[in-house]
């Protein structure tokens, strides 16, 4: 069965009650539940984290190479400094797509740079919750072209 790390970066656990107007007023286990649930539809499986440290997501992608076959990643604000994710990502080379809640393209200019996209499939950003599970079909699809069952 395709097998998929979630990771949900800084202040993610305040989903719900952090600007509600920006991220609306689902939390991070409703998050999670809607993508367990969405992940058993396509016969996939999901491991859900978040985290406020950049360390502790760096050491979670780096064991998940031959534990899990793609990375679905909201790193948060880490989109926009983390070099060191990228990095991670990129030396695992497990397939990768970002997801965020808000369009950061129309956000703040600091929100528009990713140092993540480049290394990702593709990116998903301005559906709120939805963007996750998009980003979820996204990801396994792409996986079962790579290694059709
Ligand atoms: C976010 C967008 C980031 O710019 C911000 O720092 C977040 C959440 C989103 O999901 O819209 O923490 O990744």
Redo the contacts with the bound molecule.
Sequence with gaps: MLSVLVLH????NLLGLREPE??GRSTLDDVNRLLEEEARSLQAEITALQSNHEGVLIDAIQAARGKHHGLLI???????TSVAIRDAIAGVAIPTVE??????HR??A??HHSYIAPVAIGQI??FGVE?YRLGLRALVAHLQSLDPA
């Design positions: 970066g800084p202040n993610l920006v991220y909201n790193p948060g604000a880490y989109t926009h997801v965020h809640l808000s369009n950061i956000r703040e600091f929100r950003s301005g963007s």
